[in-house]
């Protein structure tokens, strides 16, 4: 059974830097495309970041772009997410998900496999 599972995430003040993980137990090409998404207490889980692993493009929402960077280690069968200059407003439950499917324009319910998330709190 595919698992993902997150790691990384913490507690830091404005302006620091956080990096999470994602380890796959099934990975490379085996996902069309992979991302981070984050949810707030109280708000709609939203898509930061991109990643089409067959071509390493990328695509980054609004909110990150900048400051986040996503990668991959296909050796490690991981995706990253590096997070710079971190806000208050970046607080969030951090999630990774895997798709064959579209995966800009999908919404979260379409992506089919998720890990467990893991919680990034900053505070000023």
């Known amino acids: 059974q595919v698992q993902l599972v997150e790691s990384g995430g913490g507690s830091v003040q404005a302006g620091g830097s956080l990096k999470l993980s994602c380890a796959a137990s099934?990975?490379?090409?085996?996902?069309?495309?992979m991302a981070w998404f984050r949810q707030a207490p109280g708000k709609e889980r939203e898509k930061v970041a991109v990643?089409?692993?067959?071509?390493?493009?990328?695509y980054y929402s609004d909110s990150v772009k900048g400051r986040f960077t996503i990668s991959q280690d296909y050796a490690k069968n991981t995706l990253y997410l590096q997070m710079n200059s971190l806000k208050p407003e970046d607080t969030a439950m951090y999630y990774c998900?895997?798709?064959?499917?579209?995966?800009?324009?999908?919404?979260?319910?379409?992506?089919?496999?998720w890990g467990q998330g893991t919680q990034v709190t900053v505070s000023s």
């Open positions: 998900a895997a798709t064959n499917g579209a995966c800009i324009e999908s919404v979260p319910s379409s992506w089919p496999l």
């Open positions: 099934e990975y490379g090409y085996s996902w069309y495309c």
């Open positions: 990643l089409f692993t067959g071509s390493d493009t990328t």
